[in-house]
Structures are given as structure tokens and as C-alpha cells.
């Protein structure tokens, strides 16, 4: 037998053999289901959370004054979650950041380290107060931010 007609049988084997094996392979399908963990916190200014918070307007202070504003937090998520507060943005008579905001203001909040379980709501207090230097601009703006952060139950 010649060495082409060795590699042409051997060819033909390979083929016929993996034509073989093609037909010699089952299927099956595995459904799924699961559930996701989120994390979502929604601010409200009423305790049926139907009117939600887009701005906190501190109005007019004076030096040595403290403002407080309640709102609800719901967690619309499917995880118990941990609640933190920060500001930053923040902005004085137009200008980002021109000044170090904690000269003149302190910022707090009643719900520092609280948890708040799935569908569940939370009554927060937000207290802005100024100190006794005087400020050097008229207007400002600020962003509050709060964090939820998951924990375990």
C-alpha cells in the first residue's frame, strides 16, 4: 500500500469515525432561578412615600443657628442595608469649593450606622448649623449624599 493511499484511508477513518461520534451526542437543558441581592435606598418627605425628596432648602440662616429637616428613607432593595451620610460639591456664592465648608458649617444626621430592612422605612433628621465665624459669601450649595451599604442580618 502506498503512503498516499494509507493517508487517504486514514482520512476517510478520521471522518467516518467523527461523523460517528456526531451522532452519539444528547443535549439537555438545566432551568435556573435565583435571586438577586439590591441595594436601594428612596427619600420621601411624607411617611406613605408618595412625595419624594429632590432638594432640602435650608432658607435663610444666621451665624450660631441650627436647622433641622426630617425625611423618610425607604429601602426598596432586597438586602438589610447600613446607612452613612457624607457632603461634598459643595459650592459658595457660584464658586466650587472656595472655601473649607466645616469653618462654617456642621452637618448631622440621626441615622448614622442604622439598618433598615427590605420594604421597611426610616423617619431621618438632617441638622445643618452654623458657627460662629462669619462667612465670607451669602449663598452656598452642598449635595448630601446617603450610602446604603449591605449587612448581613
Known amino acids: 500500500m502506498s503512503v498516499r493511499l494509507k493517508l487517504l484511508l486514514a482520512i476517510v477513518i478520521a471522518v467516518l469515525l467523527g461523523l460517528a461520534f456526531a451522532y452519539l451526542v444528547s443535549q439537555m437543558s438545566i432551568p435556573n432561578e435565583g435571586q438577586l441581592v439590591?441595594?436601594?435606598?428612596?427619600?420621601?418627605?411624607?411617611?406613605?412615600?408618595?412625595?419624594?425628596?429632590?432638594?432640602?432648602?435650608?432658607g435663610t440662616l444666621?451665624?450660631?443657628?441650627?436647622?433641622?429637616?426630617a425625611f423618610w428613607l425607604h429601602n426598596n432593595g432586597t438586602a438589610n442595608v447600613s446607612l452613612t451620610m457624607s457632603v461634598s460639591n459643595w459650592t459658595f456664592d457660584g464658586?466650587?469649593?472656595?472655601?473649607?465648608?466645616t469653618d462654617y458649617f456642621n452637618v448631622t444626621w440621626?441615622?448614622?450606622?442604622?439598618?433598615?430592612?427590605?420594604?421597611?422605612?426610616?423617619?431621618?433628621?438632617?441638622?445643618?448649623?452654623?458657627?460662629?465665624?462669619?462667612?465670607?459669601?451669602?449663598?452656598f450649595e452642598f449635595l448630601l449624599t446617603i450610602t446604603a451599604t449591605e449587612v448581613e442580618e
Open 110 to 139: 440621626s441615622a448614622e450606622g442604622g439598618v433598615i430592612k427590605p420594604n421597611e422605612k426610616l423617619l431621618v433628621t438632617v441638622t445643618l448649623t452654623t458657627k460662629e465665624e462669619v462667612p465670607p459669601f451669602s449663598h
Open 38 to 58: 439590591t441595594v436601594g435606598i428612596e427619600a420621601y418627605w411624607d411617611e406613605n412615600l408618595t412625595e419624594p425628596v429632590e432638594l432640602i432648602d435650608w
Open 62 to 69: 444666621t451665624i450660631n443657628q441650627s436647622k433641622s429637616v
Open 95 to 101: 464658586e466650587p469649593d472656595a472655601y473649607n465648608y
